[in-house]
């Protein structure tokens, strides 16, 4: 495919007959599917599945996490369908990729949700993909690491963050997007001393053993030094990478549930994610974008381009397996 095709493919969510390639559409047409990837419930050959998780029953204060999967698909439109830059490969030419939709749950029976959550993860991992989500606000990357655990065993977290999210609480039922790596380490399916937290900002006495690297050690030390600290505790162990948006500061990323001054920049982060490249990456997300706080769009386009960078990184994890 090349530029031209633009004039005459549109809608290639659906109509692209492989997982594979670029999509050179209208950037302000078509159906609006994760990077133009074919939208199936197929999961035959597919090498990564990206799924949405419209939920946001547990933010802190602004709600609107639920519109989330949709705007960061629409953002990701505007994102040239060249290889993503920066990167010596092309993940969408080299991968089976494909937008799995979202997730369907009972919005009326929000207990449900934990375990329909997990169960859509496991299906996507049983499928021998690995699965790149687009949230939805924190809480759901438990019940996602509760189908990587059962994979994978105890597996290694790589959380960016304005927040460490581990404030206690013993109640498992509890559906709360600030205690989650709470239970996640003590029910045994997060390892705190091969996990890391990075861009952290609030004060949490308890940090359940986690590696935190702050949100001032980024900026003094720099976004190589910090990969090059994230490397060593990560080591070689199978890790999550969960992405909060409100790691980046309100200035690049203002439609968030909870916005935390001194936070990353676009660029450190960048930078971080691309060199992060040779990390034992399983999975990911990118959660917290709440659209209807930023009219701008800018979040969403920031959480597109970072799901984009999980992509490569699962991509370069699977090409040198």
Known sequence: MALEDAA????????????????????????????????????TGVDIAVTGVPFDQ???????????????????????????YGWDFDVLS?????????????????????????????????????SVVLGGDH??????????????GPIS???????????????MDRIDHGTMFYKAVKSGIVDPATSVQVGIRTTNEDTMGVNIIDAREVHEKGPQATV?????????RACYLTFDIDALDPAFAPGTGTPVWGGLTS????????????????GGDVVEVSPPFDTTGATAIAGAHVATEILSLLGHRMRTA
């Open 8 to 43: 005459k493919q549109m809608d290639m969510a659906f109509t692209r007959e492989d997982l594979k390639g670029p999509s050179y559409e209208l950037t302000f047409g078509g159906a609006t599917s994760f990077l133009r990837r074919k939208y199936t419930k197929d999961l």
């Open 267 to 282: 660029a450190q982060t960048s930078i971080m994610l691309r060199d992060l490249a040779g990390i034992n990456i399983m």
């Open 157 to 171: 977290l790589l959380q960016f963050d304005a927040h460490t999210d581990t404030w206690a609480d013993d109640d």
């Open 94 to 130: 080299e991968f089976a990729i494909a937008d799995y939709g979202d997730l369907a749950f009972d919005y009326g029976h929000v207990s449900q949700f934990p375990a329909a959550l997990t169960a859509h993860i496991k299906t996507i991992l049983d499928a021998g993909a690995a």
């Open 228 to 236: 090059a600290k994230i490397k060593e505790v990560l080591g070689d």
């Open 139 to 152: 809480y759901i990357s438990f019940p996602i690491l509760k189908a990587y655990a059962e994979k994978y």
């Open 58 to 84: 547990a933010v802190t204060n602004r709600p609107g996490t639920r519109l989330g999967p949709r705007a960061i698909r629409e953002a990701s439109a505007l994102q040239a369908p060249d290889a993503p």
